[in-house]
């Protein structure tokens, strides 16, 4: 393998695994989250009048999500190809 074949191999290895670090780090960061608010909603925390922090972060999560499924074809797939 050419040494120029092997550098874009590289770049491309590498910019999956720190995209899929980062994905990790997202999903820890949210699943985390997400019990705190369990957690809090078991203990009769929320109700009609207060619910902003559930809602934030749903939206937040759904976001994340979105985010992620343009960012990896984008970055690996589709640009895998150059």
């Known amino acids: 393998m050419s040494s120029g074949r092997q550098d874009r191999l590289h770049a491309r290895m590498v910019r999956l695994n720190l995209m899929t670090g980062a994905h990790a780090l997202h ?10 608010l ?6 009769g925390h929320f109700g009609p009048e207060r619910f902003n922090a559930v809602e934030t972060a749903g939206l937040d999560w759904h976001f994340v999500d979105i985010v992620w499924i343009f960012l990896f074809p984008l970055l690996y797939l589709i640009g895998g190809r150059y």
Not at 27 to 36: P, Y
Not at 38 to 43: D, H, I, N, S
């Open 27 to 36: 999903m820890v960061v949210g699943v985390g989250v997400l019990s705190v």
């Open 38 to 43: 369990l957690a809090q909603a078991w203990k």
